[in-house]
């Protein structure tokens, strides 16, 4: 039986100035190795959710537990180790002058001997099939291999799980067909926010849809998407003649 990685009791937030509650009594839980894409509309707190996470946000009622650690102040630097955020864009997350200098600032901050970063960087974009773009400056590259550089910056840190907020925006079909089969492979948790619904069922066995800063539907992929009417409720829609059973 695994064990849990993320779990998730009434989280309550409010944003500064604000008398509406984002996240509204909010709970999930999910467990290591599992893919699970967030769904929902605009508004709906998946964001906020999700920065919770790692600490972005400081927790304001509620509980939150990666693995064996309470979110708390003393925890903070573990967790931000264990779960990587990668960003929806791309450009947020690579700001050094060279691909291997970002794919080092990560654990050259935790401590990693200088030694040793050349094996952490290598390993990792290895991981991202990216080690041809190591010299590379980052804003020459494609948008596909943005992403894998953003993601290979991530897995630097030896994370437990991975959050990627809309991960397919701006690529193109090739390369959101490579980003799905990249995930495929990652061993790590992962919670993928995203809007585009038939790369939610190509990569997540399962999903849950956040409405009015609550979990109002988890279960299969599948399932949820076969669900017009759930669909409709929640101001989600797939493209015009797909078909759920077509993958």
Known sequence: MSCTTIEVSDLRFTYPGSHHHVLDGLSASIAEGERVALLGPNGSGKTTFVLH????????????????????????PEIRRRVGAVFQDADDQLFMQS???????????????RAELDTVVERALGQVGAEAL??????????G???????????????????????????????????????AGLPQTQLVVTHDLPFALQT????????????????????????AELLAANRLELPYGFDVSSL
């Open 53 to 76: 996470l790692n600490g972005l946000l400081t927790l304001q009622s509620g509980s939150i537990r990666i693995g064996d650690l309470e979110m708390g102040e003393e925890n903070l």
């Open 99 to 113: 691909v291997r200098e970002d794919v080092a600032f990560g654990p050259a901050n935790l401590g990693v001997p």
């Open 134 to 143: 190591i010299d590379r400056t980052p804003h020459h590259l494609s948008g």
């Open 145 to 183: 291999e943005k992403r894998r550089v953003a993601i290979a910056t991530v897995l630097a840190m030896d994370p437990h799980a991975l959050v990627l907020d809309e991960p397919t925006s701006g690529l193109d079909p090739v390369g959101r067909r490579e980003l799905a089969e990249l995930l």
């Open 204 to 227: 997540c066995p399962r999903s849950m849809i956040v409405s009015g800063g609550r979990v109002v539907a988890d279960g299969s992929t599948r399932e949820i998407l076969s669900n």
